[in-house]
């Protein structure tokens, strides 16, 4: 992952300058430093709160853009904080999402994710905010891997206004995953030693809403970790989120029977269910 700091000014961005709410965007990105991602596509910044430091990801049109953006939250395995995720934190950002990852380190319980659903839509509507205006609040969706999995699931049973799950790897329990109301890509590999595919699979079989469960060939725990593998995951979390928060109906054929998942030979053991 290739990332730097830079202070973005105001005379590299494009404005029209009509456009107030543009503008006001401008004028905080010039204030501000960002580190940046995939060559300057992506951005991120660091914003915190009395509970949570969090660090957001945007594709750096969003910054002389005057659409709204849908929003992914994001929550980490156990002992490690977003910083170990960059590269499939930007590559969701890269295809036209928010993605606000807090640093919680046991965020099982979803409460994280579920309050930084709150944050990021109050971030939309605050005029000196590089976000204001720019938050899709009618779609939003969860992700994690391990315990962030788990968080995932469970900030889906906490907050009505998440519209889908992408867990991976997740640990949580069948009894939790029974509860869930959205549609759910529970995401395993085959040799994951920590959370292994016959827990997830649980899971899968005890949710009653829509969901799709399949293990990457080959694949480990720590993969979807910078320095790992995480290029599949990421690659598959953009599909889902273009089905379900885009409302893509392509994207969302790659996950029904007979779609392009279930044929791609890096997976293993597809399901599908509910649709």
């Known amino acids: 992952m290739k990332r730097k700091i830079v202070s973005i000014m105001a005379a590299a961005l494009i404005l029209t300058p009509a456009l107030a709410s543009t503008q006001n965007i401008a004028n905080t990105v010039a204030a501000t430093n960002y580190q940046t991602y995939l060559d300057g596509t992506v951005y991120s910044v660091k914003l915190n709160d009395l509970l949570y430091k969090r660090t957001v990801f945007f594709p750096k049109e969003m910054t002389t ?56 839509i109050s971030e939309g509507k605050k005029s000196g905010s590089v976000f204001y205006n720019k938050i ?37 329990f069948s009894y939790e995953a029974a509860k869930l109301t959205v549609p759910t890509f529970f995401v395993t590999a085959t040799q994951d030693n920590i959370v292994p595919s016959s827990w997830v699979k649980d899971s899968y079989d005890a949710c009653n ?65 509910n649709f």
């Not at 992700?143 to 998440?162: P, T, Y």
């Not at 290029?231 to 994207?251: C, G």
């Open 65 to 120: 853009s005057n659409k709204k953006y849908p929003v992914v939250v994001w929550g980490n395995g156990t002992f490690v904080t977003s910083s170990v995720y960059e590269e499939i934190l930007s590559q969701i950002a890269s295809k036209g999402y928010i993605v606000v990852a807090t640093n919680d380190r046991f965020c099982g319980a979803g409460i994280s994710e579920s309050v930084s659903v709150e944050y990021i």
């Open 136 to 172: 899709d609040a009618e779609h939003i969706g969860s992700a994690g891997h391990s315990q962030g999995g788990m968080s995932a699931v469970n900030s889906s049973r906490l907050n009505s206004k998440i519209d889908c799950v992408f867990d991976i790897q997740g640990c949580q």
């Open 209 to 273: 809403a829509p969901a799709v469960y399949a293990s990457v060939k080959g694949g480990k725990h720590l993969d979807p970790g910078d320095n790992h593998a995480p290029e599949i995951f990421a690659e598959y979390a953009v599909k889902w989120f273009d089905a379900f928060l885009k409302n893509d109906s392509s994207a969302k054929a790659v996950f029904l029977k007979g779609g392009a998942l279930s044929k791609d030979s890096r997976w293993v053991d597809y399901a599908s269910k």
